[in-house]
């Protein structure tokens, strides 16, 4: 059994910056544009669908309900229920990232946006905000509405049943269903689906408003759930409505595919990276392992391999090819496509960073792009010029530290010098870096 799922297009609230939580904002035009492309997505894809669920907010009905046009599913029923709604972002409803650090200080909102089960200050039940208020939950007990407030551990408590009791059954009937929804009621979903742990659940990947996502299930004999196999974008290309999709075809002769390294064991310790060769953690092969599997069903063949020198992006680059039978491409490995030298922080941890040098101090390295960290010095084991891997490499380009902007500085003149002029004829390159040289 396979089940489509939508992530609602971008809100006026989102152009806006504002943490929307249960807020009824419309779509933006931006936002249309993105249903619209998912539906033309599924449409080349000729998927039909028996229903679709949603939530009681009109972003996501509005989703669902254009994708379903365009997708020529027009007459298929669409179930609205507030079980799928977004998480309540209490006090933070209706305010922006700056007003809401404003009145409640950075720490506590990011506590509260990167906690699993942390609540956010909860709206009182006489504010406006509180869903008591809105006629469209008029027929719930309120003891079932949020408290004025959710983390995600409570948005599972709401969404997981509702996909027992009203969406599986119809999936175990044999219905083609589509679920459109938000970026945490589907998060939501997808831990319990996918089992992952309580602490990993925010870290789980959402994918584009225009990218439709499949998850195909095997259903038990009994029972209330499905057992969960894979999950894959249709990585459909982005149609533009306004060009003819056969013109755009027949243009289209070469492709690059980007790929982020998996998780290395430094990234699951919580280190920061930086250029430390750290290798591959079992969850990480089996994330490259996943994308290779995912190349194959597509039926993509690559022609050459672009990756930096660190193990933890070459082997993802191997296992990759390895899995979607593309093992005798050509790697090449290149520095320059290395991530942002981390300078001092290279090797710790943020609490040992923020013990060294100050919360203050590292939030502003790490969320700048033109401000690089302290960078440590050529006597210092953590300078890329006392790595053998550099040898070649003359002493003066090499970095101690980096800011996003210098990073660019390199990655880009390799992407015009040595990637882009092999795009010529018929070619799939493969590009498998890291998060800021991407």
């Not at 942002?340 to 790490?366: D, N």
């Not at 493969?430 to 800021?436: I, P």
Request: net charge neutral.
């Amino acid at each position: 059994a396979k089940v489509v799922f939508i992530r609602h297009g971008e809100s006026q609230g989102n152009a806006k910056n504002v943490y929307t939580g249960w807020d009824d904002t419309p779509l933006s035009i931006k936002g249309e544009q993105e249903a619209e492309e998912a539906g033309l997505c599924l449409k080349a894809k000729g998927l039909k669908f028996d229903i679709c669920f949603t939530s009681a907010l009109q972003r996501a009905t509005k989703t669902a309900e254009r994708v379903l046009k365009v997708s020529g599913n027009n007459s298929v029923p669409v179930d609205k229920s507030w079980k799928l709604n977004a998480r309540h972002s209490g006090g933070l409803q209706g305010l922006t990232q700056a007003e809401a650090v404003e009145r409640y200080g950075e720490s506590k909102v990011t506590l509260w946006r990167s906690s699993y089960d942390i609540l956010p200050a909860c709206v009182e039940r006489s504010d406006p905000r509180h869903p008591v208020h809105d006629p469209k939950y008029a027929g719930v007990a309120p003891e079932l509405l949020p408290p004025g407030g959710e983390s995600l551990a409570c948005t599972v408590k709401r969404v997981v049943p509702h996909w027992k009791e009203k969406i599986v059954p119809r999936i175990r009937a044999g219905d083609s269903v589509m679920v459109a929804a938000h970026k945490n009621s589907l998060r939501a979903l997808w831990k319990h689906l996918e089992n992952v742990p309580d602490e990993d659940a925010l870290d789980i990947k959402m994918m584009p408003a225009s990218a439709p996502l499949v998850i195909e299930f095997q259903i038990p004999p009994v029972g209330d759930d499905l057992i969960f196999l894979r999950k894959y974008s249709l990585n459909a290309p982005t149609f533009n409505p306004k060009v003819r999709i056969d013109s755009l075809s027949n243009s289209v002769t070469n492709k690059v595919f980007f790929l982020r390294h998996s998780e290395s064991l430094g990234n699951a310790k919580g280190i920061y990276g930086g250029w430390e060769d750290a290798a591959l953690s079992m969850k990480g092969e089996q994330q490259a392992v996943q994308a290779g599997l995912l190349l194959k069903q597509q039926g993509v063949t690559i022609t050459h391999v672009f990756t930096s020198v660190l193990q933890r992006a070459v082997r993802t680059a191997e296992l990759v090819c390895g899995a979607s039978d593309n093992e005798d491409v050509p790697i090449t490995r290149a520095w320059q496509l290395n991530p942002g030298h981390s300078g001092v922080l290279q090797g710790l941890t943020e609490v040992e960073a923020f013990e060294m040098y100050g919360e203050e101090k590292v939030k502003h390295w790490r969320s700048s792009d033109d401000v690089k960290p302290e960078s440590v010095d050529l006597k210092d084991p953590r300078h890329p010029a006392n790595d053998k891997l550099y040898a070649e490499v003359p002493v003066e380009e090499l970095p101690g530290g980096e800011s996003l902007h210098m990073t660019a500085a390199r990655v880009w003149p390799y992407w015009t010098n040595n990637i882009a002029p092999m795009l010529t004829g018929e070619q799939n390159i493969l590009v498998v870096a890291h998060r800021d040289s991407l």
